[in-house]
């Protein structure tokens, strides 16, 4: 008799274990883009993924065509009680970064609001054999609301994100993100080296005030071109623009490009604050002594004009970010940050960019 009860409450437990299992918990998908997208220029691009439309602005070289296709800085925001939160994607080119992972690449990062901070809930992405499967993101969860904050993929085009949640659970959109300010940098705002989606600086940033920073970050290609001005001149509702723009070009093109950059942007979008970052010390120049010539010659060429700048146009200012560490420790590859360099590069502008921006009502 033992042994027949034995048996009933194994099988019980057996089954209670099967119905735990997300493998048999019913779900339902919805669109990602159907729900809301922070971090957008563009309100509407043909591929909701995209950053910019390609085919309405032109003089993108092969490569600047697919980084402004990547989805680097769009999250999506969404309230849900599900216990169980999926992802599935359909790709259209999946990146493969050098200086960084899968998690940072093609994957997805998942913060909730915990006693009204962001809180790092989970990270992954499918097995490379299999990257469109519906991959478990997170599981076992209270099923009260929670909101989420889904950063997506860094370094990939995406064509489709549907997030799947259980059957009979809510899911619905909302925007924690107060103002539309764009920022248009290099690979340090592109997110190159971080471990995952959300810990660039300006997703560190917008998550540590509630300002909303639309991404428009290239990684080597942020060169004050024309092209990249005209994107920013047709910028839709945006407050203000925030600048990574003396990390790539050289001070030959920095004195060439950067005041018509300036006085084109400024015609589009008047009364609105330009503020421009210097770059970044890299650690590179620790014992190279060709870095450390060309480094420092690229920060004298852009003080030298930013300090022109700021008297000659009115709304444009200077600021400088700092993303080292005391034992010079915090950097992936002598050239990027790790995730410790941004986080002290988020914290080194945060006040002074507020700062500027409470000038112009923005807070």
């Known amino acids: 008799m033992k042994r027949k009860i034995?048996?009933?409450?194994f099988a019980a437990?057996?089954?209670?274990?099967?119905?735990?299992?997300?493998?048999?918990?019913?779900?339902?998908?919805?669109?990602?883009?159907?729900?809301?997208?922070?971090?957008?220029?563009?309100?509407?691009?043909?591929?909701?993924?995209?950053?910019?439309?390609?085919?309405?602005?032109?003089?993108?070289?092969?490569?600047?065509?697919?980084?402004?296709?990547?989805?680097?800085?769009?999250?999506?925001?969404?309230?849900?009680?599900?216990?169980?939160?999926?992802?599935?994607?359909?790709?259209?080119?999946?990146?493969?970064?050098q200086n960084g992972n899968a998690f940072s690449g093609r994957g997805y990062d998942l913060y909730i609001r915990k006693d009204g901070r962001w809180v790092y809930a989970e990270s992954g992405v499918a097995p490379d054999n299999d990257l469109e499967q519906n991959y478990i993101l997170i599981k076992d969860m209270d099923p009260v609301e929670h909101e989420c904050l889904l950063y997506l993929p860094l370094y990939s085009e995406v064509n489709s994100v549907k997030i799947g949640v259980e059957e009979g659970s809510k899911i619905e959109a909302f925007m924690p993100f107060r103002h539309r300010?764009?920022?248009?940098?290099?690979?340090?705002?592109?997110?190159?080296?971080?471990?995952?989606?959300?810990?660039?600086?300006?997703?560190?940033?917008s998550r540590a005030t509630g300002i909303q920073l639309l991404s428009l970050g290239c990684s080597g290609n942020c060169k004050l071109q024309d092209y990249f001005c005209d994107v920013l001149c047709a910028a839709e509702d945006v407050d203000a623009f925030v600048f990574d723009a003396f990390s790539n070009p050289s001070p030959s093109t920095m004195e060439e490009r950067l005041f018509p950059f300036i006085e084109k942007l400024q015609a589009a979008q008047p009364g609105k604050p330009l503020i421009f970052q210097r770059t970044i010390r890299r650690e590179s120049r620790n014992f190279s002594n060709a870095n450390e010539e060309y480094e420092a010659r690229k920060m004298r060429m852009a003080d030298s004009l930013m300090a022109i700048a700021?008297?000659?146009?009115?709304?444009?200012?200077?600021?400088?970010?700092?993303?080292?560490?005391?034992?010079?420790?915090?950097?992936?590859?002598?050239?990027?940050?790790?995730?410790?360099?941004?986080?002290?590069?988020?914290?080194?502008?945060?006040?002074?960019?507020?700062?500027?921006?409470?000038k112009y009502g923005i807070r």
């Open 13 to 97: 437990a057996a089954v209670m274990a099967s119905a735990q299992n997300p493998k048999d918990v019913k779900l339902k998908f919805i669109e990602a883009s159907d729900l809301n997208l922070s971090g957008k220029i563009f309100y509407d691009t043909p591929n909701p993924y995209h950053r910019v439309d390609t085919v309405r602005f032109k003089g993108f070289t092969d490569v600047e065509n697919l980084q402004v296709r990547e989805s680097s800085g769009i999250a999506c925001t969404f309230r849900t009680d599900s216990r169980i939160i999926t992802v599935k994607t359909v790709y259209g080119t999946p990146g493969w970064p």
């Open 181 to 205: 300010i764009a920022i248009f940098g290099s690979s340090y705002t592109h997110g190159s080296s971080t471990s995952r989606s959300g810990m660039t600086y300006p997703a560190l940033f």
């Open 310 to 358: 700021v008297k000659k146009y009115d709304d444009v200012y200077y600021i400088s970010p700092d993303a080292s560490s005391p034992d010079h420790n915090a950097t992936v590859d002598g050239t990027h940050p790790d995730n410790y360099g941004y986080s002290l590069w988020e914290k080194s502008i945060e006040k002074p960019l507020l700062k500027i921006l409470r």
């Open 6 to 9: 034995l048996t009933l409450i």
